[in-house]
């Protein structure tokens, strides 16, 4: 069964403490994308990456982190240094050809306690 | 570059009527635009792409959008609309980089 897919679906974090987000595809896919959603504000882009062993800073990429030693996982750290980290972390995956549509997963919800 | 654009933040329409959901686009190069839902809590779900050829595209759950090249839009409509088709529309475009680029979204509201 192809998909993607984020755990945990929700996430508790304390003040100072760094937390790491799951993202997993079965779907060969090359392109892996980190988005932030927050009320009213659509969806912005913290990271991405197309290959293995290599990723870019998105629109928000400030206070997080992640890694792409495997094609199919990317996970995203959120830091100590990200200020305002609760919202709803979307992960993405597609080809590169233009003409795709990209995949989500469930998101994660985090929430600073 | 590549952008998008959604207008509204509301769509409120009756169950059976029509609906619209605006969207424009700006993009170097020729335009890929997709229609995406979202339901409460969930992820993005593809809905519709324009890739080329006929304006009018036919996608999931009776959904439609037409591409209007000289308006630079893509308005996502459906004939008939459902209580349950309530939920969060997003456009998106690539062209100018693989990477897709989203609109803010347009919450739809349809009343029983």
């Known amino acids: 069964d192809g998909g993607i897919t984020q755990s945990p679906k929700y996430l508790f974090r304390k003040e100072g403490q760094n937390v790491t987000l799951s993202c997993e595809q079965n779907l060969n896919h090359d392109a892996m994308y980190w988005y932030r959603q927050d009320p009213g504000q659509g969806l912005r882009l913290i990271y991405y990456?197309?290959?293995?062993?290599?990723?870019q800073k998105g629109d928000i990429a400030e206070g997080y982190s992640v890694s792409r030693e495997k094609k199919e996982s990317f996970p995203l750290t959120v830091t100590s240094a990200q200020k305002n980290p609760t919202a709803f972390y979307l992960c993405?995956?597609?080809?590169?050809?233009?003409?795709?549509?990209?995949?989500f997963g469930q998101g994660t919800r985090l929430t600073v306690v | 570059a590549q952008s998008v654009a959604q207008p509204e933040d509301q769509v409120n329409v009756a169950e059976g009527n029509p609906l619209t959901v605006k969207c424009t686009y700006s993009?170097?190069?020729?335009?890929?635009l997709f229609w995406y839902v979202q339901y409460p809590n969930r992820g993005l779900q593809f809905l519709l792409k324009?890739?080329?050829?006929?304006?009018l595209v036919k996608g999931s759950y009776g959904f439609e959008a037409e591409f209007n090249k000289s308006q630079t839009s893509f308005h996502l409509k459906k004939p008939s609309a459902l209580v349950s088709d309530s939920a969060l529309y997003f456009c998106?475009?690539?062209?100018?980089?693989?990477?897709?680029?989203f609109g803010r979204g347009t919450s739809l509201i349809v009343h029983p």
């Open positions: 998106a475009v690539r062209g100018g980089s693989y990477i897709p680029t």
């Open positions: 990456s197309q290959i293995v062993n290599d990723f």
């Open positions: 993009v170097s190069g020729n335009p890929y």
């Open positions: 993405a995956s597609s080809m590169t050809g233009l003409n795709t549509e990209a995949f």
């Open positions: 324009y890739i080329t050829g006929d304006n």
